[in-house]
């Protein structure tokens, strides 16, 4: 099982990146997705979650109206399109993937079984 994650890079505040997350060797239909990111010095925090079912969304306040999840089950792949980025975004950015259909998900971490690599995105002031 492996989660590839991509689509990070550096951009000025204000723009645009989309994430994305390919998983191999397992499928993602059903199962919680999440995008987590660890910003330096900082914890991992919960960025944006689904649920397997794809009816509900998580956001955690501080990018709620600038990104959105998405899930892409034919090409086993989440997305994460970031818009109006701020330098308080700079972080590395971990997809994530709960192994049992149809969980809950309070996008805390601990929920998820697999985890993707991490893609660094540095938002420019």
């Known amino acids: 099982v492996q989660l590839q994650a991509s689509g990070g890079g550096l951009v000025q505040a204000g723009g645009s990146l989309k994430l994305s997350c390919v998983a191999s060797?397992?499928?993602?239909?059903?199962?919680?997705l999440g995008w987590f990111r660890r910003a330096p010095g900082k914890q991992r925090e919960g960025v944006s979650c689904?649920?397997?079912?794809?009816?509900?969304?998580y956001y955690r306040d501080s990018v709620k109206g600038r990104f959105t999840i998405s899930r892409d089950n034919a090409n086993n792949t989440v997305y994460l399109q970031m818009d109006s980025l701020k330098p308080e975004d700079t972080a590395v950015y971990y997809c994530?993937?709960?192994?049992?259909?149809?969980?809950?998900?309070?996008?805390?971490?601990?929920?998820?079984?697999?985890w993707g690599q991490g893609t660094l995105v540095t938002v420019s002031s």
């Open positions: 689904i649920s397997g079912s794809g009816s509900s969304a």
């Open positions: 060797g397992f499928t993602l239909n059903y199962r919680s």
């Open positions: 994530a993937a709960d192994r049992t259909k149809y969980g809950k998900t309070l996008c805390r971490g601990p929920e998820f079984d697999y």
